[in-house]
Each structure stands twice: as structure tokens, then as C-alpha cells.
């Protein structure tokens, strides 16, 4: 991805007016392919501002983190349907292609198209093999992908569809949990015993994999689901977006490796954790 310019003071200047509105001034010819991690609605709004500032000069977003991806549908009623949003709104910078990582859903695919612009989804493959690597110790350790929930079950299937080899096929293992629409509370996290082995192989490596952690709660919920379904095994984590806004000493607790990419500047550091930059990848 070294093709890619990131989005940074070097580009624009951003400053917040005294009644809170963002301000954005250019700095200099822009990038063909820009590079813009974004974080929060105050980062969102800057780059539409930069691309309306320097417009037609940027032809490719790359948004490694999408926001709004995970409100893919109208959950409960008054709900938005914020990717749709979202869309909208990049549409209207006047740049017609972006690409992504690893995003939540289809959804968001379906939703640039409607607006008439393309969203490239680039999948996990590369930067989850790495981790895989990290991990095993050795080619021949059995490996186990859990999906921590039925709406992960395709991603997390064709993960391990793109990484098993005759050498090292990689299994597949269930979980399921309830989540309130209304209030997003957490419960019923349990293995799905149709579609999941009944043991695991001492000395397999389990690794739960998903596309975003945020504060945890899923992931400490299916540990507890694992270990009661398999006894006291060791388990590691992968999420491609690592954001961890309730940091990562109760994860290290319950996971032996932790792993995501760089896409997601959250800051954090830990002994368990290894972030994988984006730019080991070509896009």
C-alpha cells in the first residue's frame, strides 16, 4: 500500500472554529491514491472538506477502518441506516472510487453502488496468515478458526477457504450469542454443537477471528463459551480493527496472542498484542 498518500498535516491544515464547526485548508498538489484513517466524525468531516478543496485531483480513497459499517441495517425502529449515510456523504466529495479492508458487510458494498460510487473491499487473508504464523508452532499444528457469532460465519468461512492448504486444512467452529437491538447488551454465548467439533486435538491452535474488537465483550463472552465446550484451552484472537476502547488486559486475560492491523490508530500497546501494519500488503 505504499502507493498511497496518507491523509496528515503535510496535506492540509485542520482547525476547529470557535463555535465547533471543522476548518480545512489545502496545502500543496494532492495525491492520486490518499490514505485516510478515520476515527471520528470530526476526522470524517475534514476529508470531505480536503476532497472538495482539491476536487478531481484525488481519484481513490483508501478508508482502511469504513465507519458507520456496522450499521448496516435499521435494528430497531428511529434507527438510520448509517452506512447509506455515509455514502452519501463520500459521493458528495466527488470521488467515485474507495477501497476498504476487511468491511463489516456486504451492505456497505451495495450501498456505495446505489449512490453510484465503488467500494473495493480488500479481505484479511494476508495480514491474518501472518498472525497464523506468529502463532503456530509448527506447519503441522491443527488449526481452528472460530466464528464468534452466525452474522460472521461467511466471513470467517472464507478466510479459512483462502488459507487452508492439503497441508494444513483449517477447521471451522461456531459461536452464537444474543444481542439486544435496543440496548446492545450481550448474552446466551454458547458453541453451536451442529456445526462445531465436539473436541479439539490437545495441542490445536484456536484462533477467534472477526473483523472489528471494540470493547471486547463478544470476544470475553465467546472465551468463556469455548472453554466450556472444549475445557481449558488455549485460545488467541484476531480482528482485523483493533480499536479496544476498553483496553486489553482483560482480553490478555482470556487470549494468549492478540492480533489485528494497523488501521485503527487506537494507541494501545500490550505484551500479547501484535499489530500488523497495513502496508505488509500490496493493494
Known sequence: MNEYVEFDPALCNVWRYPGGEVGV?????????????????????????????????????LIPYLPYARQDRVAAPGDPLAIAVLARLLCSSGVR????????????????????????????????????????????????????????????????EALSSAQRPIGLIHGEKVRDPNTGALAGFRIDPQTSPLQLERDALVVVVDDICDGGGTFLGLAAALRESYGEHALNLWTTHGIYSKGLDELAKHYERLGCTDSFRAGRSHERLSVLPLNLVSA
Not at 495525491?31 to 481519484?59: C, T
Request: aromatic fraction near 6%.
Open 25 to 61: 485548508r489545502a496545502v500543496g498538489a494532492a495525491p492520486r491514491k490518499l490514505l485516510a484513517r478515520i476515527h471520528s466524525s470530526d476526522e470524517l468531516l475534514a476529508l470531505i472538506h480536503y476532497l472538495d478543496a482539491v476536487q478531481g485531483q484525488v481519484e481513490e480513497v
Open 97 to 160: 472510487t474507495f477501497t476498504s479492508v476487511d468491511v463489516h458487510s456486504p451492505a456497505a458494498e451495495r450501498a456505495f453502488s446505489a449512490v453510484g460510487t465503488s467500494l473495493r473491499n480488500l479481505p484479511a487473508a494476508p495480514w491474518l496468515q501472518r498472525f497464523i504464523e506468529h502463532c503456530q508452532r509448527s506447519p503441522q499444528q491443527q488449526v481452528w478458526f472460530v466464528a464468534p457469532d452466525k452474522g460472521a460465519r461467511t466471513r470467517t468461512r472464507a478466510l479459512a
